[in-house]
């Protein structure tokens, strides 16, 4: 798998990121707003759209190794940045792994 995959799955988790923040804003409120959830779900659909591509290029268990590895990244780093949460020494070397997996994937991932 080359790069350009990679940063397509990084675009498409950073994407799915913003759907799954739409969709939990628009259930947080005690009227649901139709709007956001209308988006979040339209973000979902693009989402599918692009999985489709991906899995026409690239082999389904290594684009779900990246995919997941990268959406604990940036869930983690949504929880550092936006709800101020500390991170121990373990978790940081179990980020500096999913970091080395991403690397190790897209570089020798068929």
């Known amino acids: 798998m080359?790069?350009?995959w990679t940063l397509?799955?990084?675009g498409l988790?950073?994407?799915t990121a913003l759907?799954?923040?739409l969709i939990n804003a628009a259930g947080?409120?005690?009227k649901t707003d139709y709007r956001q959830l209308i988006g979040g779900l339209f973000i979902y659909v693009c989402t599918g759209l692009v999985w489709f591509v991906i899995y026409k290029h690239v082999k389904f268990s290594v684009s779900g190794a990246i995919y997941g590895a990268m959406t604990a990244l940036?869930?983690?780093?949504?929880g550092i940045f936006y709800f101020h949460e500390t991170i121990r020494f373990p978790e940081v070397i179990g980020i500096v792994?999913?970091?080395s997996s991403i690397f190790l994937l897209s570089r020798f991932g068929s």
């Not at 940036?74 to 949504?78: A, K, S």
């Open 2 to 4: 080359n790069y350009f």
């Open 8 to 10: 397509v799955l990084a």
């Open 13 to 15: 988790t950073l994407l």
């Open 19 to 21: 759907g799954d923040g």
């Open 28 to 30: 947080e409120q005690k």
């Open 74 to 78: 940036v869930f983690t780093l949504i």
């Open 97 to 99: 792994m999913a970091i």
